[in-house]
């Protein structure tokens, strides 16, 4: 079996917990809708690969979809990732409510942060992509977890909508009590459903281990066959180590340095 040095620098492992979503995102990469099958990760494999990350010395854990609240055994996913790694998951924050909230809290802890897209500081800038009424939901959402004393980052897509008001974005999470080290901003990436925006592959962007029930890729950006590194999910280390091949390579090609997209 492959083994692998300590990483050269962080790691990070992103797990596609699933593809259904209750929104259908104009731009989103993953191809997730309401319509979309759900393909789930599942519990045992994220345990395994969780095991596996840490034991390669991965710096943080990141779960996305879909929208991986849809999910009944994710809270058992984040309680067993964030017991081990700072581990993130992320969200629109429309569907945390009630039951799905309190499920939440009960596994609460200082490695866990939630993780959700906002992308204005008005809802004509966020629904233009997301849907109509969605801002409002997610920023109740966010207010609701914070409530709750949940530590939330917000990641924003740089659209044409909300290009120009950027800013706006910024003086919206700063009321929110939101510091600025909590909030990125990444440029729109032409994938998934996405026509417009970056053309972004392995030669361009930095590495993060990404795996769903397809096999493991180079980046969360994109699960297409162009980014994937193997079809087995398991042993981790073959594919931090192919990866680490690939990145020689294409430093020896003399391509342009590689960028941190998320």
């Given at each position: ?32 809708s ?15 690969l ?7 010395g ?33 969200t ?38 997301r849907?109509k ?5 997610t ?30 974005v ?5 009321k ?26 392995m ?6 281990v ?38 020689d ?14």
């Amino acid at each position: 079996m492959p083994t692998c040095q300590a990483p050269a620098f962080l790691w990070k492992l992103w797990l596609y917990t699933n593809y259904d979503c209750n929104l259908r995102c104009s731009y989103c990469v993953a191809k997730s809708s309401p319509n979309a099958p759900r393909r789930a990760l599942g519990l045992a494999n994220v345990q395994r690969l969780i095991d596996e990350a840490d034991d390669l010395g991965f710096s943080e854990i990141f779960f996305t979809g879909g929208e991986p609240f849809i999910l009944n055994d994710i809270y058992a996913m984040l309680a067993y990732s964030s017991a081990r790694l700072r581990t993130n998951v992320l969200t629109n924050a429309m569907i945390l409510r009630g039951q799905r909230l309190d499920r939440l809290c009960a596994i609460a802890n200082e490695k866990l942060i939630v993780q959700v897209s906002l992308d204005g500081g008005c809802a004509e800038d966020h629904d233009a992509y997301r849907g109509k009424g969605s801002w409002q939901k997610t920023v109740e959402g966010i207010q609701l977890l914070q409530e709750r004393g949940f530590r939330v980052r917000l990641s924003t897509t740089e659209t044409p909508a909300n290009s120009a008001r950027l800013n706006d974005v910024c003086e919206f999470h700063r009321k929110l009590g939101i510091p600025d080290e909590d909030h990125f901003v990444r440029p729109l990436a032409k994938r998934g459903y996405s026509r417009e925006g970056l053309d972004l592959n392995m030669t361009n962007l930095n590495p993060e281990v990404t795996v769903n029930l397809d096999g493991v890729f180079w980046h969360p950006l994109s699960t297409d066959a162009d980014m994937q590194i193997s079809r087995s999910l398991f042993p981790l280390a073959e594919s931090v180590t192919r990866i680490r091949h690939q990145v020689d390579e294409i430093a020896r090609n003399g391509n342009a340095g590689l960028m941190t997209f998320t």
